[in-house]
């Protein structure tokens, strides 16, 4: 296993994970952006006000996406483990 190969598969897996996990990450500080507009504007400083809309966000964001991140993350690890054979050689 050469040094090309294992940066090749390192290369690979960091790019799914970015995939997969970036919806995610990206509804959860649109989220953060709103809650935070409305906190300046109206003066509410609650710490559960934070808290609650992202956590929401996040499970409405896993209930649409779970397939499609299921879907990218099986796709990877069966090609990971088609080339298997030649990884070991």
């Given at each position: 296993m050469s040094q090309d190969l294992v940066l090749q598969i390192f290369?690979?897996?960091m790019k799914t994970a970015m995939l997969v996990m970036s919806p995610i990450l990206l509804t959860t500080m649109v989220v953060g952006l709103i809650v935070s507009i409305f906190q300046a504007a109206t003066q509410i400083h609650e710490?559960?006000?934070?808290?609650?809309p992202k956590i929401l966000a996040v499970v409405v964001c896993l209930l649409i996406l779970f397939p499609w991140m299921?879907?990218?993350l099986t796709s990877f690890t069966i090609n990971l483990f088609t080339n298997?054979?030649?990884y070991v050689r």
């Open positions: 290369s690979s897996s710490m559960t006000l934070t808290f609650v299921l879907n990218q298997l054979p030649l």
